[in-house]
């Protein structure tokens, strides 16, 4: 991390996990172990949780944001939730591009651009989300397909709309499968990212912007994760629904 260029963020990915019950215990048991961070600190809940977050987040130095949004501010898209709708509601961030809607709902670079640009349009946050699955790190083109995805996905985007994004590394290969990038493969990926960045929008833009790495970090390998110079946070699934292993994640961070 260099802190003194960019801001340092752990975001939860809750996914599909915790009820508004279940979510407001969580959210209590947080509060206290995280109101010392040293760095920015978002939880992303399922919809069904947004109201009960940021009721129970208010006063906090916890940030709520969502697991997705729709391209369209209205229409006849059943099921589906409008950037608008999230920020009418007080949500702040919102993920975008993560490696299970792409997997499993067919979303592609061109519709989490389309994402990310209603996002942007409706004052939210985004945390765009790039990486490789298994088959393209061992053809050895992960640096081609991050570049492309990050292209593609700021298609349209100024740099001043670059103060709003973090962009997160997940290696589908290590998203909850319990394996891990290793802290020099992450850094760099991270710092390819930075690269297209500094080409898209100049080396300013690229050394302001929040790149975090998510896949299965945890407090056992946040430290040395997070050591690294273009590792400035994290995208954090499993570990993040356990109070005490989110909040050591935060504190590795500082």
């Not at 292209?151 to 994004?165: H, S």
């Not at 050394?207 to 790495?213: D, N």
């Amino acid at each position: 991390m260099k802190k003194e260029c960019r801001a340092a963020v752990i975001a939860g990915n809750w996914k599909m996990n915790c009820g508004p019950a279940a979510a407001a215990k969580l959210i209590e048991e947080l509060k206290p172990l995280a109101e010392d961070a040293d760095c920015g600190v978002i939880i992303c809940v399922p919809f069904v949780d947004l109201q009960t977050a940021i009721e129970a987040t208010k006063g906090s130095n916890i940030h709520v944001g969502a697991q997705n949004c729709h391209w369209a501010e209205s229409g006849a898209f059943t099921a589906e939730i409008s950037a608008g709708m999230l920020k009418e509601l007080g949500v702040e961030y919102v993920i975008l591009g993560h490696s299970e809607r792409r997997q499993y709902f067919g979303e592609t670079d061109v519709t989490v651009n389309q994402r990310l640009r209603a996002a942007l349009n409706a004052g939210l946050k985004p945390i765009l989300c790039v990486g490789e699955v298994l088959e393209q790190r061992e053809q050895g083109v992960t640096e081609e397909i991050v570049r492309m995805q990050t292209k593609i996905a700021l298609q349209g985007v100024t740099a001043e709309e670059m103060k709003q994004i973090i962009i997160a590394y997940e290696p589908v290969w290590a998203i909850g499968t319990g394996k891990t990038a290793t802290a020099d493969q992450a850094d760099e990926v991270c710092g390819q990212i930075r690269k297209v960045l500094a080409q898209l929008y100049g080396e300013s833009c690229a050394e302001a912007t929040t790149i975090q790495y998510g896949g299965s970090m945890k407090p056992a390998n946040a430290k040395e994760l997070l050591g690294k110079v273009h590792v400035d946070g994290g995208l954090i699934g499993g570990a993040a629904l356990k109070a005490a292993d989110f909040a050591a994640i935060i504190h590795a961070a500082q």
